[in-house]
């Protein structure tokens, strides 16, 4: 009886500690080198050293994501320096 009262009990919970999944939303996308021009792509880098530093040894580029939306309120302004 107390088993299945624990699990009427998580089974009621569940919901209420469930997260809802979103896809992650990066600025930076690395394209890595690949042989005959074709090559995987990773939007996952919050700023333009850590995607170069990924690439780093293995050729390709960084650019900027095109589908990146920053998060709603107040954000600071700054240039990004290109190296």
């Not at 990773?42 to 390709?60: K, R, W």
Request: hydrophobic share 35%; proline share 7%.
């Amino acid at each position: 009886m107390k088993a299945l009262l624990f699990a009427a009990g998580l089974i009621a919970a569940a919901p209420a500690l469930a997260s809802s999944a979103q896809a992650q939303n990066y600025p930076w996308c690395a394209v890595y080198g690949g042989r005959g021009g074709g090559g995987a792509q990773n939007c996952g880098f919050t700023t333009f050293a850590q995607c170069m530093a990924t690439l780093s040894g293995m050729g390709g580029f960084c650019n900027r994501n095109t589908q990146y939306v920053p998060p709603p309120g107040p954000h600071r302004r700054h240039r990004h320096r290109y190296e």
